[in-house]
Antibody, heavy 117, light 107 residues
């Protein structure tokens, strides 16, 4: 069974940094691109970015490229999202997702990040 | 960036009714389009990919179609478990973009 479990969320002060993790199991992690998507409270889905199998290609939505960094550890079957200079606009549920043929076929349960003083 | 304009933003329908949601792409994206369902409090789930292909395990009452740069998701006979929000996503050009979503409620 494919499972994606995010962790590392919580309350963070404006301007600070936070690193999310996504532990993958039930499939060969090395064989898939992986991505991050977020959803602000009561709002729609926003694609953050993606990383290819060997980390040689990482794509971001332009507005987040200077704030967020995606990485992965294939030995640990784990995907990461490093977020910096956080503002209230970054308050959202953050989902990791498996990228299958350019679409997201499995999603984690999501982790809440709240940016507030 | 490619803009995906989804309509309606909200929709109220009765059980067994036919429901149609549309997405208009700002430019040609071919068949590079997916539809996702998000039930309240849950993660999104892939319903349709490549504009018309049904994802594994998705009931056959769901279908996707394309006319030029307009894409449609049709639910042939609405069931109570279909209640939630629906999103389209284009996979033609980076950055991938989602439509604004359609919230489907029971009348």
């Amino acid at each position: 069974e494919v499972k994606l479990v995010e962790s590392g969320g919580g309350l963070v002060q404006p301007g600070r940094s936070l690193k999310l993790s996504c532990a993958a199991s039930g499939f060969n992690f090395n064989d898939y691109w992986m991505g991050w998507v977020r959803q602000a409270p009561g709002k729609g889905l926003e694609w953050i970015g993606e990383i290819n199998k060997d980390s040689s290609t990482i794509n971001y939505t332009p507005s987040l490229k200077d704030k967020f960094t995606i990485s992965r550890d294939n030995a640990q079957n784990t995907l990461y999202l490093q977020m910096s200079k956080l503002g209230s606009e970054d308050t959202a549920i953050y989902y990791c997702a498996r990228d299958w043929e350019l679409y997201f076929d499995y999603w984690g349960q999501g982790v809440m990040v709240t940016v507030s003083s | 960036d490619i803009q995906m304009t989804q309509s309606p933003a909200s929709l109220s329908a009765s059980l067994e009714e036919i429901v149609t949601i549309t997405c208009q792409a700002s430019q040609d994206i071919g068949n590079w389009l997916a539809w996702y369902q998000q039930k309240p409090g849950k993660s999104p789930q892939l319903l349709i990919y490549d504009a018309t292909s049904l994802a594994d395990g998705v009931p056959s009452r769901f279908s996707g179609s394309r006319s030029g740069t307009q894409y449609s998701l049709k639910i042939s006979r609405l069931q109570v478990e279909d209640i939630g929000s629906y999103y389209c996503q284009q996979a033609h050009s980076n950055p991938w973009t989602f439509g604004g979503g359609t919230k489907l409620e029971l009348k």
